[in-house]
């Protein structure tokens, strides 16, 4: 009796049984090719609706293959694929600043599930989850700082060299930075130096804290590295062609560590010059990048025409909202200033290029001193640095 059982058992499940979870694999891999090519292209509104029509997809496949999921004991593995768009959306829509859609998803399916049993493939990817959680709290005023530092610090020891965790880190520092807990995010940055031997975050940290006020010196060694930071991000740009990322901060970073120097400088019009040169080569690389939006860096398409700043008429964002979130800080990552400040130098640089590349000479000269002084002003008051500069 008991061989006839499991021969019956056998027979149950079919060859159409197998043809229907095989065109269910094969769908499932066209979303998540479908995902990574616009999530590659920056286009992450888009991304978001392909995971959300893959969840839609899976949740009526479900229902429709029921029985067969269980003849085949595979609706554990149904609900994995599922959570896995779930984990993806959630961080799109951090990335977004769609705080309310980061906290819902991880409320409704990470909060209280079985992670034995239905996460066991996403276990390395939890702490993200969980730190994209709790930092969607803090940007609402909510949840605890002190569980967001822990987490923290706990996912960056872990042992575990996945390749989200240089991305993982450096989120966290720029955020335990703008909100000032600086301590926290120079541990950080020291863990991230030591792991992937990027020094971008640990220098950003230590110049905003100084600009802020915390700090009445800048470490000794933090103008020499500064050099080192520029052209490790520099070479990456290079290979990535990522333009608006880790590349441009390092530039503004340069430009205010530059500006703090010239005090320390006999030579102080090269010096001022050089810091110029640094904001012009952040504004060319935001001009010969694609469109984008200047919040959540989504790229612009024929169906999701963006808005352009009425002030600049460079910088673009995919929302009224956007603009205002970065109008008065954190246009940058990680950077305490906004594009109120860097709409002026904005507009003085675009009259300039225009006038330069129609040959209109009659103009050049007037416009370049006019964004020169832009420049200054930015960083001098724009950006805070006027009364500041490096100890003797």
């Not at 309310?100 to 990470?110: A, L, N, T």
Request: glycine fraction near 6%; charge should be positive.
């Amino acid at each position: 009796m008991g061989k006839k059982g499991k021969r019956s058992r056998r027979k149950t499940i079919n060859a159409a049984d197998r043809a229907s979870i095989v065109a269910v694999q094969t769908k499932i891999k066209e979303f998540n090719e479908k995902f990574s090519k616009s999530l590659s292209l920056q286009l992450d509104s888009q991304a978001a609706n392909e995971l959300r029509e893959g969840i839609k997809w899976i949740e009526a496949k479900k229902l429709e293959l029921s029985d067969t999921l269980l003849r085949m004991k595979l609706q554990t593995w149904f609900v994995e694929n599922k959570l896995i768009f779930y984990a993806n959306l959630m961080g799109l829509e951090l990335s977004r600043r769609n705080f309310d859609g980061v906290i819902q998803i991880y409320k409704e399916h990470f909060e209280r599930c079985n992670i034995d049993v239905k996460m066991k493939n996403l276990l390395c990817a939890f702490p993200t989850l969980q730190l994209n959680y709790h930092e969607a709290l803090l940007r609402q005023g909510k949840g605890s700082i002190d569980t967001f530092i822990s987490l923290s610090k706990l996912h960056s020891t872990n042992g575990r060299q996945e390749n989200g965790l240089k991305t993982d880190l450096r989120r966290s520092a720029d955020f335990l930075r703008t909100i000032k807990h600086f301590d926290a995010a120079i541990a950080l940055g020291k863990q991230l130096e030591a792991l992937t031997g990027d020094r971008l975050s640990l220098a950003t940290t230590y110049l905003d804290q100084y600009i802020v006020g915390d700090e009445e010196s800048l470490p000794t060694d933090f103008a020499s590295n500064m050099t080192q930071v520029m052209q490790k991000h520099k070479t990456e740009s290079n290979e990535t062609e990522d333009f608006t990322t880790s590349y441009t901060v390092s530039i503004l970073l340069l430009a205010q560590s530059t500006y703090l120097s010239h005090q320390l400088n006999d030579n102080t019009e090269v010096v001022m010059r050089k810091a110029i040169g640094f904001i012009e080569e952040y504004l060319d690389l935001i001009l010969r990048a694609e469109t984008h939006c200047s919040t959540c860096k989504q790229t612009g398409t024929e169906s999701e025409v963006q808005f352009v700043c009425s002030g600049c008429r460079v910088a673009c964002y995919c929302s009224i909202d956007h603009q205002r979130m970065t109008w008065k800080k954190d246009a940058e990552t990680g950077m305490r200033f906004g594009h109120e400040v860097l709409c002026p130098v904005m507009k003085a640089y675009r009259k300039w290029r225009h006038a330069n590349d129609n040959g209109d000479n009659e103009r050049v000269s007037r416009l370049r001193r006019r964004f020169e002084r832009e420049c200054l002003y930015c960083l001098s008051d724009g950006m805070g640095l006027k009364d500041k500069c490096f100890k003797k």
